[in-house]
Each structure stands twice: as C-alpha cells, then as structure tokens.
T-cell receptor, first 115, second 114 residues
Framework: GAVVSQHPSRVICKSGTSVKIECRSLDFQATTMFWYRQFPKQSLMLMATSNEGSKATYEQGVEKDKFLINHASLTLSTLTVTSAHPEDSSFYIC???????????FGPGTRLLVL | DQQVKQNSPSLSVQEGRISILNCDYT??????FLWYKKYPAEGPTFLIS?????DKNEDGRFTVFLNKSAKHLSLHIVPSQPGDSAVYFCAAPPVETSYDKVIFGPGTSLSVIP
C-alpha cells in the first residue's frame, strides 16, 4: 500500500522558535496533501489542503501566517509552525491522496511540544 | 454542525465477540464512506470503505454495512481481538469538493478485553 512518512516524529522546542515538519509520500506521487491537527481525545481537524505547485488552502480559523505550508514537489509537503507557543503543542498528522483515489493515506504523525 | 456523527465515544467488548461501531451522517449527498483505525500517537490507517451503490462490504474480519435510507453505517469486527483496541473514525468525502476534504466523525474508542 501507499506509504506516507513524517519527520520528525517528535519535537520539543522553546516558545518563540519555528518548527518544520516534513511529510513525504514514499512510493507514489501525491497530487494533494493534507495537514491535520489532533487534540487529546478529539477528532482530526483539517488545517489546510495543499496541491503541488500552488498555494495551500487553509480552513477557517487556521492562521496561514502561523502555519506555513509548502508543497514543493509531488512527494513532499512541509508544515512550518512559526513562532511556536505552548498552545501550538499538539499532534500534527499529514495525509496524501493519489489522483483518482478517494482514500487518504496518513503519515505517522508528529508530536510537537512547545515549552 | 456535525455532518458525520459517532455517538458512542467508547465501547468495550470481550475478546472473540463482535464489535459494532456506529456512524450516522446528515448529508444525503455523501456517496462514499471510509473507516480509519488509529492507535495513540500514530496516524490513522485506512481500514475499509463502502460506496453508496453497495449496502455491504467485507474484508476479512471487518464488514461495513450501509443503510442509506437511515443515513447510517456500521463497522462490524468479528471476532474482536485485543489488537483491535484503538480509536475508529468514520469519514465521508463531500461530493462537491471532489473528495478533497474528508469529514471525520469524532471517533469511537474500542477496547477489546482479553
């Protein structure tokens, strides 16, 4: 099956720093990648949708200047949490979709802890 | 306004018995449904899907049933195993966005007791 990786799996940073999370589709080309955030004991919240070579589409309430998304190639999307604060601590998950396939394939997630 | 609902936040089942996870939706335009399984601190993994042209789809121990008139679907796991303990999300891609934005239910945490 399609494999999606994320790096790093866990990151701890100081408040005010920026953190970059990578999402890669390892064995397929992802026309669309998605970034989700999951709070403890809650469902997945879609943050943004990114298509290769174009600007990401952010969901309502998600600050695009805070969460920078770059989809540089068909196999790589990055999420940068800028000037991170403790309330940004969360579990961030990316997913990728192959053109013509309704299924999204999820990465293993990145645990971010901002001190 | 939740378009995909999972009204049971948790479920406990004895090993070997059947687990039934329920999901209700409000939008009659949904025509494709997915179930994902998620372990703590991991990304969701795709489990099984069903198209609205079917009322049942089976894959090994997992069967999904769809009742379009009731806007209800359910995931059956038989027999349940301890390794099935996880959070199960029901999801539906809205037709009008070409499956780009999958709407997830809140999830049901399944505990299979040995």
């Amino acid at each position: 099956g399609a494999v999606v990786s994320q790096h790093p799996s866990r990151v701890i940073c100081k408040s005010g720093t920026s953190v970059k999370i990578e999402c890669r589709s390892l064995d397929f080309q992802a026309t669309t990648m998605f970034w989700y955030r999951q709070f403890p004991k809650q469902s997945l919240m879609l943050m943004a949708t990114s298509n290769e070579g174009s600007k990401a589409t952010y969901e309502q309430g998600v600050e695009k200047d805070k969460f920078l998304i770059n989809h540089a190639s068909l196999t790589l999307s990055t999420l940068t949490v800028t000037s991170a604060h403790p309330e940004d601590s969360s579990f961030y998950i990316c997913s990728a979709r192959i053109a013509g396939d309704e299924t999204q394939y999820f990465g293993p997630g990145t645990r971010l802890l901002v001190l | 306004d939740q378009q995909v609902k999972q009204n049971s936040p948790s479920l406990s089942v004895q090993e070997g018995r059947i687990s039934i996870l329920n999901c209700d939706y409000t939008n009659s335009m949904f025509d494709y449904f997915l179930w994902y399984k998620k372990y703590p601190a991991e990304g969701p993994t795709f489990l099984i899907s069903i198209s609205s042209i079917k009322d049942k789809n089976e894959d090994g121990r997992f069967t999904v049933f769809l009742n379009k008139s009731a806007k209800h679907l359910s995931l059956h796991i038989v027999p349940s195993q301890p390794g099935d303990s996880a959070v199960y999300f029901c999801a539906a891609p809205p037709v009008e966005t070409s499956y780009d934005k999958v709407i997830f239910g809140p999830g049901t945490s399944l505990s299979v007791i040995p």
